[in-house]
């Protein structure tokens, strides 16, 4: 069982940044594929990036292009999303999911998850 907490998420302005963080208790955090996916109200949930288990390879939604980037430390067993030039259609819960089926966007592909952080961007 992987326990999965996401943290760093805030109330910003239009234009700002925010940074979200992501702990997995995995004891072999390096085996895990870590992505991101966002829930904004009334709406279905929506990938928002992933990054394979070394971090070399890292894909994003069509949305969150050339704005977020995801990162990984193993040797904390954390991973990371700077979000950067925030738009108010970010606003969002934003989760952090775990797994081991590879390299994929697919939430169904993903058995761990956290409870979520909460990001809202003001105009």
């Known amino acids: 069982q992987v326990q999965v907490v996401e943290s760093g998420g805030g109330m910003v302005h239009s234009g700002d940044s925010l940074r979200l963080s992501c702990t997995a208790s995995?004891?072999?955090?390096?085996?895990?594929?870590i992505a991101w996916f966002r829930q904004a109200p009334e709406k279905e949930r929506e990938f928002v990036a992933v990054?394979?288990?070394?971090?070399?390879?890292?894909s994003y939604g069509d949305s969150v292009k050339g704005r977020f980037a995801v990162s990984r430390d193993n040797a904390k067993n954390t991973a990371y999303l700077q979000m950067n030039g925030l738009k108010p259609e970010d606003t969002a819960v934003y989760y952090c999911?775990?797994?081991?089926?590879?390299?994929?966007?697919?939430?169904?592909?993903?058995?761990?998850w956290g409870q979520g952080t909460r990001v809202t961007v003001s105009s």
């Open positions: 999911a775990a797994g081991r089926f590879g390299f994929t966007n697919k939430s169904s592909e993903f058995p761990y």
């Open positions: 990054i394979s288990v070394t971090g070399a390879r890292t």
């Open positions: 995995a004891r072999s955090f390096n085996t895990i594929t």
